[in-house]
């Protein structure tokens, strides 16, 4: 059972940078407009009122390349805003109950499923606050000795039955977001060719943790 909740919990770590990755990928090309030479205009980079106690840094060259050098992202053309936004809202068509979707493209939820949100959410951060308590309790201290055991042992969390389903049916649903973020990242054909493997095996590993989850699911008591 622990190894399974590690599993799940790391598997959000990246959630955050997902969704950033995904909106880039899907963004396409931006509005701003390269010239001949490959480079953005400096005015599509703040201009002059950019630096109002400095230098301007498009008047040395040398500066201009360094800045270029360390920071190429910079020169990068900016993500249409208008077509991530069509983007998120197929996707949320697609996949309504993606737990990823911006607040501004989810579908309106009625009193009575934003109140469950809000039970489902309270219920899975409470589980996990009484099990990250255990397993600080459970540590070992600083000279590497295990805890004594005795009356003052730490025991394991009492989670109900009702508790454990809910807290293993979320996390099932976080791993089917990130999945369905992946898979239509990938649908977009945007995606360069090694992001392509990286991506198409993370999912089979989100699939597989996925399954070992539903596995853990089925043996909750009813």
Known sequence: ??????????SILGAVALIAVLIIVIGGEGDGQRDG???????????????P?????????EQLDQIRNLWPDVFEPRPDREEVAQQW?????????????PPQFQPELSEAERA?????????????????????????DVTG?????GPNAPGQPTV????????????????ESRIQLIEYALEQGEV?????????AQLEELKAEKAELEEVLARVPA
Request: proline content about 7%; overall charge negative.
């Open 53 to 61: 106690d400095a230098p301007n840094p498009a008047d040395d060259l």
């Open 145 to 149: 000795d295990p805890p004594a055991a």
């Open 116 to 140: 469950e949100r809000l039970r489902v959410l309270d219920t899975v951060t409470d589980v996990q606050g009484r099990i990250a308590s255990v397993r600080a309790r459970s540590r070992a």
């Open 160 to 175: 109900t039955p009702a508790e454990q389903r809910t807290f293993f049916q979320y996390r099932i649903q976080e791993l």
């Open 89 to 101: 809202r197929e996707f949320a068509a697609r996949y309504p109950s993606n737990i990823y979707i």
């Open 1 to 10: 059972m622990a190894r399974k909740q590690i599993i799940v919990l790391l």
């Open 192 to 200: 360069d060719s090694d992001q392509v493997a990286r991506g198409r």
């Open 37 to 51: 030479g490959g480079d953005v205009p400096w005015e599509q980079l703040g201009g002059d009122d950019a630096y």
